[in-house]
């Protein structure tokens, strides 16, 4: 992405997770290894995607715009997860068909929207700069345009972050369905009230 790929980097976040439903699909019921390969992938997905479509917003909108775009782009996301978690909660009624249906059609989807993300042929120089934008740089850096820094310790740092968001996500209805003995209703309903919440602040 910093090299200036815009659109592939798109397409290539939403095959990520049609991998974990691929895997998913292909779990045999009992084995923990495989699903949790699934989830992992499924979350990596999850989580790199708004990056690569912050910085494809970024390409092609700049100032407030750009913000308006992300912003609504962010609430829109929030709000088809609370969707998307109360609809598998009303598929629990149907059972493994149902939600592996579900899962189906979820994997489909996404392969659509990278395919449609691919058609796009979107690409920003790395060292391009609109002037909008200039002025949103930070006081007492050169002038000179060049590639973006390499902060290795702020992407580290990033990593386990992003495996902390993955806690309410698939750590917290693991431990309430295997070690609680909970409904799998519980683990919906604590994901569509964390993505309504968001939504709404």
């Given amino acids: 992405m910093d090299r200036g790929a815009r659109s592939t980097v798109v397409a290539a976040s939403m095959l990520v997770p049609v991998v974990g439903v691929a895997l998913l699909l292909a779990t045999p019921a009992g084995h923990v290894w495989p699903f949790a390969t699934a989830a992992l992938f499924l979350g990596i997905g999850n989580q790199a995607w708004p990056a690569a479509h912050a910085a494809l917003v970024a390409t092609v909108a700049h100032g407030r715009e750009r913000d308006a775009a992300l912003a609504a782009g962010r609430a829109l996301r929030n709000a088809a997860l609370g969707i998307g978690a109360l609809l598998a909660t009303a598929c629990l009624a149907g059972g493994t068909t149902a939600l ?7 994997g489909l989807a996404y392969l659509a929207a990278a395919a449609l993300a691919c058609s796009v042929h979107l690409h920003a120089r790395p060292t391009a700069a609109s002037a909008e934008d200039g002025a949103d740089r930070v006081d007492g850096v050169d002038g000179a345009e060049g590639p973006a820094p390499r902060m290795r310790v702020l992407l580290a740092a990033n990593v386990i972050y992003v495996f902390c ?12 369905v295997t070690q609680l003995h909970a409904s799998p209703v519980w683990s919906a309903a604590i994901f569509a009230s964390r993505e309504c919440t968001t939504s709404a602040h």
């Fill in 100 to 106: 592996r249906s579900l899962a189906a059609a979820t």
């Fill in 165 to 176: 968001l993955n806690v309410p996500e698939i750590a917290l209805p693991l431990v309430l």
